[in-house]
């Protein structure tokens, strides 16, 4: 397991440590640990920030669960192609409507990027509820907009965080779909 981590740099410390103690329950034991097992091993006394951290680590393909069933964290078994690492662009958040290269780069697994046009955008404000100040978007270039995915779109001369909902991005300025947000990555 400590491999895996290892190729993966950009989880948090908390992440690393209940993935490492997941994975060492699972091999001990032969099952997975429960929510509280893992509230009292990484010491977090709630069990809502446990779970937000499970769900990122589902959404990055390091575990898979089955809803509403104790003990079913399964580990991932990683494909070739998210071994992979792809060193993409970060760009930086000057204004509320400007972006500028920061000339740096981020190595994300090749399963984060959609095509050649995914690059990561760091915030240098608010944006919205659940976008705070030097959280990083994962942000793909695309002109194809898919019905309840979130954009990146500038409106009013303010950088916006907005669900797809049929038609409703057409005639406004996209910046891109976010395919994930890394928390305070730098």
């Given amino acids: 397991m400590s491999d895996l981590i290892k190729e ?7 992440q690393r440590e ?11 034991k032969g099952y997975s640990p429960t929510i509280r097992e893992i509230c009292q091993a990484v010491n977090l006394s709630s069990s809502s920030t446990v779970h937000c951290h499970l769900r990122t680590l589902e959404r990055l393909h390091y575990i898979e669960r ?10 991932c078994t990683l494909g070739s192609s998210q071994n992979e690492i792809v060193r993409i662009r970060l760009y930086v958040q000057t ?3 400007t972006i500028c290269d920061s000339g740096k780069y981020i ?25 705070e100040q030097r959280d990083i978007l994962i942000i793909n270039c695309s002109q194809e907009y898919i ?30 779909e976010i395919v994930s ?6």
């Fill in 147 to 176: 019905e309840g995915h979130f954009y990146l779109i500038v409106e009013n001369n303010k950088l916006r965080l907005v669900k797809s909902i049929d038609d409703s991005l057409k005639n406004k300025r996209v910046i891109g």
């Fill in 107 to 131: 190595s994300l697994p090749l399963s984060f990027t959609r095509n050649e046009k995914t690059f990561a955008l760091q915030l240098s404000k608010r944006l919205e509820e659940g976008l």
């Fill in 95 to 97: 204004s509320e409507d």
């Fill in 66 to 75: 089955v809803p509403a069933k104790t003990r079913s964290i399964k580990l």
């Fill in 181 to 186: 947000n890394i928390h305070q990555l730098m």
């Fill in 8 to 14: 993966y740099p950009f989880l948090s410390a908390k």
């Fill in 18 to 28: 209940i993935m490492n103690f997941i994975s060492k329950t699972i091999e001990e």
